[in-house]
């Protein structure tokens, strides 16, 4: 059973970096069928993805987000991480990492559907 | 704004069926097949109920099915349940490589 765990501070404060990783369980990260993303809710609001990462280093950001955000590999630790600078309040969300399926058509590769995500962390940020 | 339109609330009564509708472009929901569908229950993780538009994932009962027409993608839960109340959620690959949600809807049984 693929496990995957949020780790990280649960309080930033405005202006700041926030810093998250996902350590992956039960199977490998250095696989050709699975992209790794992470996805954050704001409490009481719907579910925004940020940016994916392949075990490569490829990686693909939310375009309203790209400026901020840093997402990489560790596949030695089978971990990902995130790092999403210049923080407000207005981004204190639970942030999830999850599991995306990776396809190739035509040579272009693609996301299909996530099938395993972590429980999520609450971030605060504190203005 | 979400990128992907979504009622924001439907009901039903237990036995009924429902449908809820995803909206997007040409650039995502019209041009793949890459839809998917997730129930969100307070407190805890989305669940994938539907993949590539009309897929059930193993363990998702067959009340659940996806299709889509044009531009937009629907849900229908038939034989509405009280464990069927919950969020769910759209998303679509896009054209530009990106992965997007709908806003939510959140499905109250009466």
């Known amino acids: 059973q693929l496990l995957l765990q949020e780790s990280g501070p649960g309080l930033v404060k405005a202006s700041e970096t926030l810093s998250l990783t996902c350590t992956v369980s039960g199977g490998s990260i250095s696989t050709s069928d699975y992209y790794w993303v992470w996805i954050r809710q704001p409490p009481g609001k719907g579910l925004e993805w940020i940016g994916t990462i392949y075990y490569t280093g490829s990686t693909y950001y939310n375009p309203s987000l790209k400026s901020r955000v840093t997402i990489s590999v560790d596949t030695s630790k089978n971990q990902f991480s995130l790092k999403l600078s210049s923080v407000t309040a207005a981004e204190t969300a639970v942030y999830s990492c999850?599991?995306?399926?990776?396809?190739?058509?035509?040579?272009?590769?693609?996301?299909?559907?996530?099938?395993?995500w972590g429980q999520g962390t609450l971030v605060t940020v504190s203005s | 704004q979400s990128a992907l339109t979504q009622p924001a609330s439907v009901s039903g009564s237990p036995g009924q069926s429902i449908t809820i509708s995803c909206t997007g472009t040409?650039?995502?929901?019209?041009?793949?097949?890459?839809v998917s569908w997730y129930q969100q229950h307070p407190g805890k993780a989305p669940k994938l109920m539907i993949y590539?538009?009309?897929n059930r994932p193993s363990g998702v009962s067959n009340r659940f099915s996806g299709s889509k027409s044009g531009n937009t993608a629907s849900l229908t839960i038939s034989g509405l349940q009280a464990e069927d109340e919950a969020d769910y959620y759209c998303s679509s690959y896009t054209s530009n490589s990106t992965l997007e949600f709908g806003g939510g809807t959140k499905l109250t049984v009466l």
């Open positions: 040409s650039s995502d929901v019209g041009d793949y097949n890459y």
């Open positions: 999850a599991r995306v399926v990776r396809g190739v058509i035509m040579g272009r590769p693609i996301h299909h559907q996530i099938d395993y």
């Open positions: 590539d538009v009309n």
